[in-house]
């Protein structure tokens, strides 16, 4: 909000009746005069004399002073298109004021609801969500009406956002409840209704909210959304009529630039859909005008001019679209990819960037596809190259982000900023934790403003050593690896790597030998979806597959023939890179050819031909390593005897990793979550036998202990380094499916927290196969040290196992235990011992030949004497 002169000099003499020549008094003249006269210039200039201003503050008046410059400084820079800066200046003035314990000021009218406002805008929706929290709960303890109607509709926006549509719908549905709201914020929150139900495609339900006669209407929101429920409803010619209409009304209300290329972009995705390039072209043209003025379009914008501006990727986006030149194409998506990298570096909480993956996913596909169908007709390595390059950063960017922050610690670790990001960030994830438990419990409002407040704080100081740290290792951020460098690691791991991308249309593999590199699509249909989903829901219960053997037969190897090549190379290692459901899909228990036997142990499993390790992205697969530590085992094992599910044969499972390991094992009441987090860094090998729960919507994926749950942002907050996870529970690699991340597991909270290699379940596996599993993975594990091939061969040893009946030998039971993780090789005692043995052997008895000859001589030499 604007801050008219007159209400500056009454505020000023209201605070300071003894008004003098302190430092407050010229930084309100300076104030005064920049109000006299709003330019670019004269905001650069009043820039420039705050940071002298801010060094010499000393007194309440004087920071007082400040936060009132600085929020001002935030209204401009917003009014004249500088969101970022705005918001920076807006985070001094919150900082200083609460820092300072400041008071007589309206901080939630002139500082929080600007800054909530402007962090939807960027798409920052998590400090969105806690500063529009912490100041509707300053509003409710005030019985402010009117702050408390703008904080609902500001958050149901966010909500919106962040695809929570019926948590947003309950929210506006509560605000239209309350009594003494005004007609324009009664508008508002219906307007938002109509948005979010038509985001739950409850069209005529919106189509009731926003009323007849809309053409009629001079709200000019509301227009706007009728004209997406006629996009909506295919009806592109009432859907132009209303915008036009709109337009009229537009430059009326003196809208920010911002807001006006907005209202053309959607102009432009109409007339897209009508196909009239020309006109949409003309449209997001227009847009771009308005967010870089005095420039010429009739060439792709140059990245120097662009900035972090989100309207910019919907723009670009769209002009791709446009393209009959689909090479053309890739420089305007090379652009939205540019402008994204740089919101991603505003976002400083993990569930944000992952949210903003989605967008990257739909655009890196469109990407792969015309570079796809390039390399039909050319057959360029250079092609393929970028193509690939696409598909890997559209990998777990958010993990592979973390991986490098650790990576830069570990060359750095006595880099106070890096040390200062460490313990921040790990601050925040304890805080998400807590905030989440509080959530799902009671829900106490005052503690969730509290909580809200502190991650705003934590974000702020996060954000300030973010950027410093930039500024410092600019080269530091986390690269794609090459398909040179990849060739060279799959050679050396005697391996082929299969790298896939799971797009809407399509299914790209990238499949990679130390010889060669080719690029293949199998075209996503309803078939295809349906038959990964229908063997991925044969291993829903233990009988799915033996009430059904020939189906699943049949399944295992038509989706074996669809989704890898037709002659795998033996006696070769594969590497698997999945995206979407192929996160949830064993391998190992695909068929490699026809099979008419009844026999699971006769069946041609893939486990049998090849082995097999999986990685969420290439990058991780070549940079993961296994630490040269001693193995050193914490055993978790809860057995819960007194529970509904107690995991008995997990004592079984523990004796023996007792017998083969040097183990500390926390059992019953001592696998505690406490003594879980106390002793896992003295312990190079972690091994969690106990219940897990892939979480749902709005659950997070959990782990149980004796006595509490962890819940997966606890996992992101621990900061550990081992050799090897293994979590001997159910559903660990399961989570809610997050575009362009993977599945949040309990894995991937492991994985960030720094384990590089796991393994762990994709399903709710059998408390007696497990055991039988465990048993003999670190039976190899302890002999050959190679994680990747004991699991391999305790699932061979397992089918071939004469003891178990051929009920218990289907992949149900066998094929849930999945590893990521680097490749170890085996240590080949067996050939190595046996040469030691035989050399040791034989110098012994070479050396009792030489000493008995020598002492018979002696002897002789003795007699003669």
Known sequence: MKFPKLLVILFILSVSPCFGQGMEDIVYNALDGFIDNPTPTTLQQLEEKEVAFSAQAKTE????????????????????????????????????????????????????????????????????????????????????????????????????????????????????????????????????????????????????????????????????????????????????????????????????????????????????????????????????????????????????LLYAENTFLAIFDGLALLQENRLEALRYYDLSFYVSDLLQEQYTAQEVKIIHQAALKRRTEACIEILYEHYQKTKERSVLTRAFGYAEKSKAAVLRDMVSQRSLLESYPNDTLLQK??????????????????????????????????????????????????????????????????????????????????????????????????????????????????????????????????????????????????????????????????????????????????????????????SVTYNTSASLYHDAKTPDTKNSVLGIFPVFEDSSQPLTYSLDEAENLNSLMDSRLLMHQEASKENFIAFAKAHTILHLSTHAHSGSFTIPAAMEFYDDVMLLQEFYSLNLNPKLVVLSACETGIGKIQSGEGAMSLARGFQYAGAQNLLFSLWKVNDLSTSQLMNSFYGHFSKQHSAFMANRHSKLEYLENPDISNAKKSPYYWSGFVYYGALEEEQKKSVYSIWAIVIFGFLIILWVIIYSHFKRKNNRVKKKK
């Open 421 to 610: 990001r460490e313990q921040h960030s790990t601050l925040q994830e304890q805080k998400i934790n807590v905030l989440i438990r509080e959530q799902l419990t009671t829900a106490d409002s005052e503690k969730l403003r509290v909580l809200n407040e502190t991650l705003s704080t934590i974000s702020l100081e996060l954000k300030n050593l973010q950027s410093a740290i930039a500024q410092k290792y600019p080269d530091a951020l986390s690269k794609i690896i090459t398909l040179d460098s990849l060739q060279s690691k799959v050679e050396e791991d005697n391996a082929v790597q299969f790298s896939y991308f799971f797009g809407k249309e399509g299914l790209y593999r990238f499949d990679i030998s130390d010889k060669e590199v080719s690029f293949h699509k199998s075209v996503v249909d309803e078939n295809l979806s349906q038959e990964i989903s229908r063997f991925i829901n044969y291993f829903e219960n233990s009988s799915a597959i033996t009430n059904d053997v020939n189906g699943f037969k049949a399944q295992a190897h038509s989706l074996y023939k669809k989704i890898l090549p037709k002659n795998l190379p033996k006696n070769k290692n594969l590497i698997l890179i999945p995206d979407g459901l192929l996160h949830f899909v064993p391998f190992e228990a695909l068929l490699t050819e026809p099979s008419q036997s009844t026999s699971f142990a006769s069946m041609p499993f893939l486990v049998k031909k090849n």
């Open 61 to 304: 008046e004087e920071h007082l002073a400040l936060v009132i410059l600085n929020s001002n400084m935030g209204y401009y820079q917003r009014q004249f298109g500088n969101n970022q800066k705005a918001i920076g200046n807006y985070e001094k003035a919150l900082k200083r004021f609460r820092e300072k314990q400041l008071e007589g000021y309206d901080i939630i009218e002139y500082c929080l609801k600007p800054l909530g406002n402007l962090y939807t805008i960027i798409g920052d929706f998590s400090n969105a969500e806690n500063t529009i929290v912490r100041y509707l709960g300053l509003a409710k303890k005030q019985n402010n009406t009117p702050q408390i109607i703008a904080g609902i509709i500001n958050l149901s926006v966010v909500y919106h956002n962040t695809g929570k549509h019926n948590t947003a719908i309950e929210l506006i549905r509560e605000g239209l409840n309350v009594k003494g709201i005004s007609p324009q914020q009664k508008t508002a929150l219906e307007n938002n209704l109509a948005t979010n139900l038509m985001a739950l495609k409850r069209y005529e339900e919106a189509q009731s909210t926003l009323g007849e006669n809309i053409q009629h209407t001079y709200d000019l929101l509301k227009v706007r959304n009728a004209a997406q429920l006629a996009v909506k409803n295919n009806d592109y010619e009432t859907a132009l009529t209303l915008l036009e209409n709109a337009e009229k009304q537009l430059f009326k209300s003196n809208p920010l630039a911002r807001d006006i290329a907005r209202f053309y972009v959607e102009k432009a995705k109409v007339y897209t859909l009508k196909k009239e390039t020309e006109k949409a072209v003309e449209n997001f043209h227009k847009a771009l005008r308005f967010l870089i003025p005095n420039t010429n379009f009739s060439e792709i914008p140059r990245q120097e």
